[in-house]
């Protein structure tokens, strides 16, 4: 989790909420807020732990990597994504490729993680179902590459009656779709190749993030 990271950089900096606050420019009560999970630190806020502590920043949003560098790394802004965390519900109740999902945040992400990708076609979505365990969990956090061109084999967020969920996708020799939950407690549904205009294929899957906060 970011809040426990970012709570541990503070500890072996043995400094208290105040005192590190005042660097980063924030109130003790921002701090509190972040290391709680309430919030989660802004780019600059990052780029400042990077230039004066050499903070890894992929372990502090992925818990990738050792959490100090041992060497000076350049960073700038265009090296982080903010990519943006869509409500689950549409705004538009209606099952249609029109329907329309609101960003509620941002979510700060590594530019290096999605070489080859249209970053402006990336988004974030929450799971809020259990229907995808085990490999996907409630509250895991997925990137979707959205309006992908190439349909193949694999996890998807669809649109249905104005809510974004995942599913796994096969498309089977005859034409024919299988849309299949991971869950063996929820029924595995099949549409035909003529159907497919009413599948509101949102985006296919590319990155899954487990509980970040």
């Known amino acids: 989790m970011i809040a426990q990271r970012f709570r541990e950089i503070r500890k072996h900096l043995q400094m208290n909420q105040e005192n590190f606050g005042k660097i980063l420019g924030l109130s003790q009560d921002s701090i509190s807020a972040i290391e709680t999970g309430k919030n989660r630190p802004t780019i600059p806020v990052m780029q400042i732990m990077h230039k004066r502590w050499n903070v890894n920043l992929e372990w502090l949003m992925l818990g990738k990597g050792a959490s100090f560098h041992h060497l000076p790394v350049p960073i700038n802004e265009e090296s982080i994504l903010m990519l943006p965390l869509l409500n689950n519900q549409a705004s538009q109740a209606k099952d249609s490729p029109a329907e329309t999902y609101e960003t509620v945040d941002y979510f700060p992400l590594s530019s290096t993680l999605f070489k080859g990708f249209q970053f402006d076609r990336l988004c974030v979505i929450r799971e809020n179902s259990d229907s995808m365990e085990p490999v996907i969990f409630r509250g895991d956090y997925l990137v979707c590459e959205h309006e992908t061109q190439n349909l193949s084999d694999g996890l998807y967020v669809l649109s249905r009656n104005g809510y974004l969920f995942s599913r796994r996708l096969y498309f089977r020799l005859d034409g024919k779709i299988q849309i299949s939950p991971d869950n063996n407690r929820y029924p595995v549904e ?23 906060i």
């Open 190 to 212: 099949e549409i035909s190749a003529a159907d497919l205009k009413k599948l509101c294929i949102y985006g296919k899957i590319i990155w899954r993030i487990q509980q970040i």
